[in-house]
């Protein structure tokens, strides 16, 4: 498959150009954000930073499953033109605030919450919109490049913000934000219609929400996935809050060298987007396998002596994570009904999201209480901890057995054991044999249906 494949279709393209952006003004805005609550309305309190980050990720555990029922219902392209230009809105009012000197911590909470109800809206519409733009065989390709714009972005926003802040102040960087938004706005409104790929529609009854849950309760797949993700996310995807605090408190860094260090970090992260893009069909192991090497990483970042060395050791860990991330999302996506899909990726963005809030305060704490490597180091005892047991879990109870060959390809060979006379019979072929099966009983379900009629 070709890295850019997607970017053939004129929809796709557009929505590319669009996001990319806007991604950009909204890393200049998460650094403008940290930075202003860190070094000007607090005394260097990563605690505070946690706060905010906590509450701007607490809409998620509140509103993600209405947020994915929405997803389901109405039409994607209109409710994101709506979130796209109320995250504008909240950027030009906060900017305002610091232009004209009033803000106080308070306010940047309560946007910060604001921003977050708003984004549980836009993320499960984001992330199932791009099934429209692109074809089925496309859209693991379409996922791994949504994150490479996401990071190239990453890559950017930083460092310009950091620059920003120093030149101009973190106001003006929150307007640049809100002005950026456009982008994504005119590409919405400028796609060809005819174009996008009919989505089916969840029609209006009760339960819907608790549908979700129960769908997702007898996927085991699924389940392994969010648990994995989520406990990596609790603790270990808080770059904002331990770069920031590891800049001021350990390296005696400015603004400028704090954005420099998410630019480094989304260098590793570009690289693992684009090696997603092109995966056909990434898988379960994937993502447990990435959260183990995103918690060595995050050990030997913790350890990193100097300001030159943690910027080099940002790299393997953007990957790590990107890797993980990108492989979890496109696996949900394609494993689950187009229906069902909205309120599948609500709950998983409700886990991986909502998490943050849960576990910033900790991580400040603990950067606060016992120094800012442990904020860094808590993260790697837990992914390292979450991905063994994953791995322990998947191989008792899915019947996998996992064989590593030095001198022939495929390096690692997975097998699924029959339960019933325990032959290894390769993973697709298993998973074809049960796709099968279940074919023919619907089959007689239907026939027995009409029998009776």
Not at 6 to 11: E, G, K
Not at 169 to 196: C, D, K, Y
């Amino acid at each position: 498959m070709s890295t850019f494949s997607s970017l053939r279709y004129f929809n796709y393209r557009l929505w590319f150009s669009g996001a990319l952006v806007a991604n950009v003004g909204t890393w200049m805005q998460r650094v403008a954000q940290d930075w202003l609550v860190l070094t000007v309305l607090s005394h260097n309190s990563s605690f505070a930073v946690g706060v905010v980050t906590a509450l701007q990720f607490l809409p998620f555990l509140l509103f993600a499953p209405l947020g994915g029922l929405l997803a389901d219902r109405f039409d994607r392209r209109r409710l994101l033109a709506f979130t796209q230009a109320s995250q504008g809105l909240l950027a030009f009012g906060l900017g305002a605030l610091v232009l004209t000197g009033t803000v106080e911590l308070w306010h940047v909470y309560a946007f910060a919450f604001a921003l977050g109800v708003v984004a549980t809206i836009d993320a499960p519409v984001r992330q199932t919109f791009v099934a429209q733009l692109v074809p089925a065989d496309k859209l693991s390709n379409a996922v791994g490049l949504n994150s490479a714009s996401f990071n190239a972005a990453r890559l950017i926003g930083p460092g310009v913000g950091g620059l920003l802040i120093a030149a101009v102040g973190p106001g003006w960087v929150f307007i640049i934000n809100g002005v950026s938004f456009a982008a994504t706005i005119f590409a919405l409104t400028q796609m060809r219609t005819r174009e996008l790929r009919p989505m089916p529609v969840a029609k209006r009854r009760k339960g819907q929400v608790r549908e979700g849950f129960r769908y997702v309760r007898g996927r085991t797949d699924i389940v392994v996935i969010m648990i994995v993700v989520g406990v990596v996310s609790m603790f270990g995807l808080n770059f904002q809050l331990t770069s920031a605090t590891m800049a001021r408190t350990v390296f005696d860094k400015g603004a400028g060298e704090y954005g420099i260090l998410g630019s480094i970090l989304a260098i590793g992260s570009l690289a693992g987007a684009l090696l997603a893009a092109r995966r056909e069909r990434p898988r379960v192991r994937l993502v447990v396998g990435a959260a183990f090497g995103f918690g060595l990483a995050t050990a030997a970042l913790a350890l990193a002596p100097t300001y030159a060395s943690f910027a080099v050791l940002c790299i393997p860990v953007g990957l790590a994570s990107l890797t993980m991330m990108t492989a979890a999302n496109a696996t949900i996506q394609m494993s689950t009904e187009p229906e069902m899909r909205g309120r599948v990726m609500s709950l998983y963005m409700m886990v991986f999201q909502g998490a943050t809030p849960i576990g910033s305060p900790i991580v400040g704490w603990i950067g606060e209480q016992f120094g800012a490597r442990w904020s860094i180091g808590i993260g790697s005892v837990t992914a390292l901890l979450v991905s063994v047991g994953a791995g322990i879990w998947v191989l008792r109870h899915w019947h996998v057995q996992v064989r590593y060959r030095v001198t022939t390809r495929p390096h690692l060979v997975v097998r699924y054991l029959d339960a019933d006379d325990g032959a290894a019979v390769p993973v697709p072929a298993a998973r074809a044999a049960r796709e099968e099966a279940a074919r023919e009983l619907d089959e007689q379900d239907t026939q027995a249906r009409s029998a009776a009629a």
